[in-house]
């Protein structure tokens, strides 16, 4: 049986362990968990609005398209977001984009930033864009959503003002053009997103995407188009 001293001596040892869990887990009221709350809150407003890479397209045709990107806020009510609705299209066909995809960001215990992707349930082009206002996102909910494991951009920030990232490894699964899998690089800044994407087939040979860069997508505007 243990005796008063002992018992006080388990009861400190115990309380001392609380102590040391609270420190690590760094609750939303600390500096730190400010900070990432903060660094949350910079990555979606530089990623949200639109997009294009009107110049560069310009400059090197053969290699770049002029391309609108779009990225607007949904679900905002929801705390398990941010949740943003992107796609991706070619100027002269903006009612048929080519890319429809989800993202949900979260913060991770390190600070950086994940964006997860998820593709839209059948065919993405039923559902018209939020900005439409005509009710064709009404038959979406996360639990609709069909996820791409192992597509995911984890971010991190690397001054002020600029976060980059990536796709890890090669489990990002991709069919186009005989493709086995896709890579991404990432760059935010408040006024541009740099993405590079490119397939590759099982023997790793590129098969699609950009050879020489990313694609610079020079912000246009903060909200979505009109």
Same mark, same amino acid.
């Given at each position: 049986? @243990?005796?008063?001293?002992?018992?006080?001596?388990?009861?400190?040892?115990?309380?001392?362990?609380?102590?040391?869990?609270?420190?690590?887990?760094?609750?939303?009221?600390?500096?730190?968990?400010?900070?990432?709350?903060?660094?949350?809150?910079?990555?979606?407003?530089?990623?949200?609005?639109?997009?294009?890479?009107?110049?560069? +397209?310009?400059?090197?045709? +053969?290699?770049?398209?002029?391309?609108?990107?779009?990225?607007?806020?949904?679900?905002?009510?929801?705390?398990?977001?941010?949740?943003?609705?992107?796609?991706?299209?070619?100027?002269?066909?903006?009612?048929?984009?080519?890319?429809?995809?989800?993202?949900?960001?979260?913060?991770?215990?390190?600070?950086? *930033?994940?964006?997860?992707?998820? +593709? @839209?349930?059948?065919?993405?082009?039923?559902?018209?864009?939020?900005?439409?206002?005509?009710?064709?996102?009404?038959? @979406?909910?996360?639990?609709?959503?069909?996820?791409?494991?192992?597509?995911?951009?984890?971010?991190?920030?690397?001054?002020?003002?600029?976060?980059?990232?990536?796709?890890? #490894?090669?489990?990002?699964?991709?069919?186009?053009?005989?493709?086995?899998?896709?890579?991404?690089?990432?760059?935010?800044?408040?006024?541009? *997103?740099?993405?590079?994407?490119? #397939?590759?087939?099982?023997?790793?040979?590129?098969?699609?995407?950009?050879?020489?860069?990313?694609?610079?997508?020079?912000?246009?505007?903060?909200?979505?188009?009109?």
């Amino acid at each position: 049986m @243990l005796r008063t001293r002992d018992l006080s001596g388990v009861l400190f040892i115990f309380l001392a362990m609380l102590v040391g869990v609270g420190c690590q887990a760094q609750p939303a009221g600390t500096p730190a968990g400010k900070q990432r709350r903060d660094s949350l809150k910079t990555a979606t407003n530089w990623m949200t609005g639109t997009f294009q890479s009107k110049q560069q +397209s310009r400059q090197a045709p +053969s290699e770049y398209h002029d391309i609108r990107l779009v990225q607007v806020p949904i679900w905002e009510a929801r705390n398990d977001g941010p949740w943003l609705y992107v796609e991706q299209a070619w100027m002269s066909e903006l009612d048929r984009p080519y890319r429809q995809r989800i993202y949900q960001l979260e913060v991770l215990d390190d600070g950086g *930033i994940a964006s997860h992707v998820f +593709s @839209l349930p059948g065919n993405p082009l039923v559902y018209s864009a939020p900005w439409k206002g005509d009710g064709g996102m009404g038959g @979406l909910h996360p639990d609709t959503l069909v996820a791409r494991p192992g597509c995911t951009v984890e971010f991190q920030m690397v001054d002020g003002n600029t976060f980059t990232g990536g796709i890890k #490894g090669e489990g990002c699964p991709s069919d186009l053009l005989g493709a086995s899998y896709l890579t991404s690089d990432v760059t935010l800044r408040s006024d541009r *997103i740099l993405i590079w994407d490119r #397939g590759y087939d099982s023997e790793g040979r590129q098969v699609w995407g950009a050879t020489t860069g990313p694609y610079i997508y020079k912000r246009t505007s903060s909200r979505p188009p009109r």
